[in-house]
Every structure is written in structure tokens, then in C-alpha cells.
């Protein structure tokens, strides 16, 4: 089949794209490069933004399947520009339920639950966004419901998934791994609120292999359900000498929910193989072995990087690369396609 990897050049885009080059699918990445200067993974690269419709649409005729991966993604990110994120995250969809009729993969986000401690959500359980993230991720949902789609609700994912994408430490292990060996110290605001971890390989897998099955509808997908402040203690048994303060006052972030993933497991046999543990390892790693020039900068963090050097990159659509044959596509197929800097950005009204 061929694949379009919509946001393939991210996080978990990184391990899906490792994942079908494996395989024997044809994948092409479509992605904005919101958070990158290039893009050297060795597969066929399509430099290009979901909100332009007329760019998407050529490449939407070449492919059998999609995964849908590309979004402003975490509450903090989406905040910045409600209008933008509502066009990239939700409207886009809306487009894309229109003009494809082949298999689709989407990644949603167990966010959509919202505050519900005291059970374990399934798939069929009231929901309740509690930012502009998760309602956005929610009227996407809804858009695909129809169609030839299946839609993970994810956990927060963790881990490094490839050796290639950005490794994002504003997710909940991963940040305070970081913490632990930049400062010897982590803070957790409350503490008792549960989140749903997964590991962003365990992820990919599920998202590769649902690209040729017939499931449809929603699937949640998390490997386990994790207090906050047990979770930080499982950080201490990497760092012993790590100081865990507690401060008793509830958290910014409201979220606390419980999901199950007995549906994915028992239609799909998903089996996460890789743990809390390992994730920690792997930061650790990366960061030990110095491969981060600066774990502070703030393109390791969404909400950070986009509020800073990157507002401007999600203001204005990302423009066709001149030179490409007017499709944004990078003329080599298959092996490394450096994009280098992008075209000048036009000085344009948002798109949203
Ligand atoms: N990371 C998590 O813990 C988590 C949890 C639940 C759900 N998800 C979902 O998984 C998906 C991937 O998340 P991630 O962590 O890899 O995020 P990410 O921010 O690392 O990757 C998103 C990718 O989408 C691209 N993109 C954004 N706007 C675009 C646009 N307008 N046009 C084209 N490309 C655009 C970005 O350049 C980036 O490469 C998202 O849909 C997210 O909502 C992630």
C-alpha cells in the first residue's frame, strides 16, 4: 500500500516512519517541519501544511492509506492560537473526511476524558475535554466516524522512539527524567491524579499495524494507568539520591482519569512490550551520553518552542519549496532529502 505519514517528521511520527520502512508499504511524510530545520530521514518527503487543501489533496491521490498524526499537540501548545489550532487540528480533519476515501489511522488522545477519577474509562464512557486540545481532538473524532478510519486514543506517550526525531521532554516521564538529572529534584503539584502511560514504540506498532486491518471506530491505548506521585518515585529508583517535593495545591493540569485498553488488546492484540522503565533509561541515556547539545531549549517542549522561535512557523501555512516541481515535494525519492531552510515564510495572515 502506499502510506502518507501526515506529521510524520514528529515524535511519533519518527517510530512510525522506522516502522514502515520495515515494512513492505511505499511511505511518503507530509509535515510542516514546525519544529524542525530539515528533515533526513531516508524516505520520500513532502514539505507541506495541512491547511492547504489544494496541496494535500495531490498527495491524498497517491495514497491507499493514511496515518494522521500531524496536529498542535498539548494544552499549552493549542492555547497559543485558538484559531490555528482549531483550522490544523480539527478543520483539516473535517477537509480530510471529505476528499479520502481509503484507510485512515488517527491519533486522538485520552485527554478527551478529562477529570474522572474513581473508574476506569472505556472507550463507551462519558467524556469530558477540559481544553481547547482535547475538543479539538474530539470534533476530530467525530468527523471520521463515518469513514474507513480507526482512532487511538492514546496515553501520554514516552520514551525515544527513533534515533532521528525530535524527542519531546514536555511529556510527563520524560520531563521528569529530565528534571532528575538536571536538578537532582522534581516537583509534583498534588500528586494523586492518574495518567495513562504508553510508550511511544508500543505506539507506533498499534498505529502500523492498524493501517492494514479492517477495524474501525475507537480504540484506547495505554500500556498502564500511573499515579503521578507513584510514578515519581519510580524515577527515585533510577536516581536514589532524586529530592521529590510535594507541593499540596492541585495541579494546572486538571486531568485525571484511568483508561482501559481491554478492547485494543482483546480485537486487536495490542501488547505493549516496552516499559515505564525502559523510557526512563533511554532519556537518561541521551542525556547522560550528552547527545542533547541543550535539554533547555525549548524546541524539546511544544508549547515552549512554539510560543518563542516558532509562533511565526504555525501563524503562516508553510509554502511550497520553489524549484520542487510547484508540489513541495523533494525532488529525491528514497534517499536522504535534505530540505535545509525552508522558502522565505511570506509575511500572510494566518491561514486560520
Ligand atoms: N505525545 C503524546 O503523549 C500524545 C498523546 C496523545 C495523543 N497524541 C497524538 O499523537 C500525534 C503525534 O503526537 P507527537 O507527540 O508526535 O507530536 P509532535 O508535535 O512531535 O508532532 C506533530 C507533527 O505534526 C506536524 N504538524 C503540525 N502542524 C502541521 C501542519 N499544519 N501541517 C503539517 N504538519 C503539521 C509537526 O511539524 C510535527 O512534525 C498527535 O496527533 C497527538 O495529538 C500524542
Not at 519518527?14 to 520495515?22: I, R, S
Not at 481532538?137 to 492514546?154: D, H, S
Not at 525515544?160 to 514536555?170: E, I, M, S
Not at 542533547?292 to 501563524?315: C, E, F, H, T
Request: aromatic share 8%; net charge neutral.
Amino acid at each position: 500500500m502506499n502510506v502518507l505519514v501526515v506529521g510524520g517528521a514528529g515524535y511519533l511520527g519518527g517510530a512510525v516512519v522506522d516502522l514502515l520502512l520495515k515494512s513492505a508499504h511505499q511511505v511518503r511524510v507530509y509535515d510542516a517541519l514546525l519544529y524542525e530545520e530539515c528533515y533526513r530521514k531516508p524516505v520520500d518527503f513532502v514539505y507541506g501544511d495541512v491547511r492547504d487543501d489544494d496541496h494535500l489533496r495531490t498527495e491524498l491521490a497517491w495514497a491507499d492509506a493514511l496515518v494522521w498524526l500531524a496536529a498542535v499537540v498539548g494544552d499549552r501548545a493549542c492555547d497559543l492560537n485558538p484559531d490555528v489550532t482549531v483550522r490544523i487540528n480539527e478543520k483539516s480533519v473535517a477537509g480530510l473526511a471529505q476528499n479520502f476515501s481509503g484507510r485512515i489511522v488517527f491519533t486522538s488522545s485520552c485527554s478527551i476524558y478529562g477529570s474522572q477519577s474513581g473508574r476506569t474509562l472505556t472507550e463507551t464512557s462519558p467524556l469530558d475535554p477540559l481544553s481547547l486540545y482535547a475538543s479539538t481532538k474530539l470534533a476530530a473524532e467525530r468527523y471520521l466516524a463515518k469513514k474507513n478510519a480507526i482512532v487511538f486514543r492514546l496515553g501520554t506517550m514516552f520514551g525515544v522512539g527513533d534515533n532521528f526525531a525530535r524527542v519531546r521532554l514536555d511529556l510527563v516521564v520524560n520531563t521528569f527524567a529530565l528534571q532528575a538529572i538536571q536538578h537532582g529534584k522534581i516537583t509534583i503539584f498534588g500528586g494523586n491524579q492518574f495518567r495513562p502511560l504508553l510508550h511511544v514504540r508500543d505506539a507506533a506498532r498499534a498505529v502500523v499495524d492498524a493501517i492494514a486491518s479492517s477495524h474501525t471506530g475507537i480504540f484506547n491505548l495505554h500500556r498502564q494507568n500511573v499515579r503521578i506521585s507513584d510514578l515519581a518515585c519510580q524515577i527515585r529508583n533510577h536516581f536514589p539520591d532524586l529530592i521529590i517535593e510535594n507541593v499540596d495545591i492541585p495541579a494546572r493540569d486538571a486531568r485525571d482519569y484511568r483508561v482501559s485498553s481491554d478492547k485494543a488488546r482483546a480485537l486487536l492484540g495490542f501488547r505493549p512490550i516496552h516499559s515505564i522503565d525502559e523510557g526512563i533509561e533511554q532519556v537518561e541515556e541521551l542525556l547522560q551520553t550528552n547527545r542533547l547539545k541543550q535539554p533547555d531549549n525549548p524546541r524539546y517542549a511544544n508549547d515552549r518552542y512554539l510560543a518563542s522561535v516558532g509562533q511565526q512557523a504555525i501563524m503562516t501555512q508553510a509554502p511550497m519549496i520553489p524549484g520542487s516541481g510547484g508540489n513541495g515535494r523533494a525532488r529525491e525519492v528514497g534517499t536522504t532529502v535534505a530540505i535545509g531552510r525552508p522558502a522565505e515564510r511570506e509575511e500572510a495572515p494566518a491561514a486560520a
